[in-house]
């Protein structure tokens, strides 16, 4: 049980380049999500889905695109990458406690993305 | 809408000292609260949540967080720090009629002095 697994875990690009991030949970989870973290601002939640076939925009969603492949899957494009884009991502996954209750989201390693 | 501040972006304190890590939360609903850890170059691992249950909640690694109504605190404590204890810590809050999302502190990060 691997949990939630991320690629590449560290990637350069040039400004405008493009590059797809990918993630899997072998958890059985139904959502899963997308969060970039940078220096004295926390996680912000760029995408997420809430299961297979859905996608929804978080805080922070421009200048990237979302696939839920399938239950396992969920990836995060970036089309044209931008310096500002230059963040940690990680990936993460959660399942129903039961109505009402909120969901434990469980974190990839991350992948270090520099934008130059 | 939903917040949680976490006072102090840095606290240093000596190995065996307590530990304690402030957060705050905002919510107009009975909230649910989370800590979470990273160590360097780590993600994110939970460490406790608060799902009201019980207002002082323990943890992994020795941490407990009680939660405060009268007060909107959720602080992280530990009676005696360890080397690897070493990290950062974030608070977090359940988004109000969004079970599957979360808002973030801004994180502390935490060093133990020898």
């Known amino acids: 049980n691997a949990g939630v697994t991320q690629t590449p875990k560290f990637q350069v690009l040039k400004t405008g380049q493009s590059m797809t991030l990918q993630c899997a949970q072998d958890?059985?989870?139904?959502?899963m999500y997308w969060y970039r973290q940078d220096p004295g601002m926390g996680l912000r939640l760029i995408y997420y889905s809430a299961s297979e076939g859905t996608t929804d925009k978080g805080e922070v969603p421009n200048g990237y695109n979302v696939s839920r492949l399938n239950k396992r899957e969920f990836s995060l494009r970036l089309e044209s990458a931008a310096p500002s884009q230059t963040s940690v991502y990680f990936c993460?996954?959660?399942?129903?406690?039961?109505?009402?209750?909120?969901?434990?989201?469980?974190f990839g390693p991350g992948t270090r993305l520099l934008v130059l | 809408a939903q917040s949680v501040t976490q006072l102090g972006s840095h606290v240093s304190v000596s190995e065996g000292a307590l530990v304690l890590l402030r957060c705050n939360y905002s919510s107009s609903v009975p909230p649910y609260l989370f800590w979470y850890v990273q160590y360097p170059n780590q993600g994110l691992q939970l460490l406790l949540k608060?799902?009201?249950?019980?207002?002082l909640v323990k943890g992994i690694n020795g941490f407990e967080a009680e939660f405060k109504k009268s007060e909107t605190s959720f602080h992280l404590t530990k009676p005696s720090a360890h080397m690897s204890d070493a990290a950062e810590y974030f608070c977090?809050?359940?988004?109000?009629?969004?079970?599957?999302?979360?808002?973030f502190g801004t994180g502390t990060l935490l060093a133990v002095q020898p």
């Open positions: 977090a809050v359940g988004a109000r009629g969004a079970t599957n999302k979360l808002i």
């Open positions: 958890m059985n989870h139904n959502s």
């Open positions: 993460a996954s959660s399942v129903p406690q039961g109505k009402g209750y909120q969901e434990t989201q469980y």
């Open positions: 608060y799902t009201s249950a019980a207002t």
